[in-house]
T-cell receptor
């Protein structure tokens, strides 16, 4: 089935740094979504992307739907302590049977540098 | 802001017992989903539900699982005879539409522990 490769697996930030993470797939996706998950909680939707090439911002977050429809990135500018958490990309595929369910990446864990 | 709610937040059960996990989706949403997340792993799709029937299910969603919308607000996931490997966080999600309106909003989850 379709799979998403998310990188990096983890990263450490200092307050004020910019952060970048991405997701790639060997197959095409119709929709890309980015979620943040705090420990013990459900994923919270950050940004939704529907069109190849689309660039969308939500405050300090910016995400893009790759032109090839096989990748997406998420940038966080001027990070703050509450940005810590796990970020998941999720995609909706194009092929029959994938008309609603989301396929998730394995997540990028954002931590604060000691 | 409307949100998806789930109960209980934590359920402990013995192997072989039946459990029912409950969800109240966002009120004007029409599509409902269950996902699970084994500790430390990614979120995995189980089943989608629309117009009182299953739209799609994954290979994880075998005969031990069932879903139901017993009334106008609740959406439930039943596991008939739990196994140790069913221990996971179970998330309910809902969306207003599919396709271009595919923005799924997740509940806080139910942690299921099977002993």
């Amino acid at each position: 089935g379709q799979q998403l490769n998310q990188s990096p697996q983890s990263m450490f930030i200092q307050e004020g740094e910019d952060v970048s993470m991405n997701c790639t797939s060997s197959s095409i996706f119709n929709t890309w979504l980015w979620y943040k998950q705090d420990p013990g909680e459900g994923p919270v939707l950050l940004i939704a992307l529907y069109k190849a090439g689309e660039l969308t911002s939500n405050g300090r977050l910016t995400a893009q739907f790759g032109i090839t429809r096989k990748d997406s990135f998420l940038n966080i500018s001027a990070s703050i302590p509450s940005d810590v958490g796990i970020y998941f990309c999720a995609g909706q595929g194009v092929y029959g049977g994938s008309q609603g369910n989301l396929i998730f990446g394995k997540g990028t864990k954002l931590s604060v540098k000691p | 802001e409307p949100e998806v709610t789930q109960t209980p937040s934590h359920q402990v059960t013995q192997m072989g017992q039946e459990v029912i996990l409950r969800c109240v989706p966002i009120s004007n949403h029409l599509y409902f989903y269950w996902y699970r997340q084994i500790l430390g792993q990614k979120v995995e799709f189980l089943v989608s539900f629309y117009n009182n029937e299953i739209s799609e299910k994954s290979e994880i969603f075998d005969d031990q699982f069932s879903v139901e919308r017993p009334d106008g607000s609740n959406f439930t996931l039943k596991i008939r005879s739990t196994k140790l490997e069913d221990s996971a966080m179970y998330f309910c999600a809902s969306s207003e539409t599919r396709g271009r309106g595919l923005e799924q909003y997740f509940g806080p989850g139910t942690r299921l522990t099977v002993t």
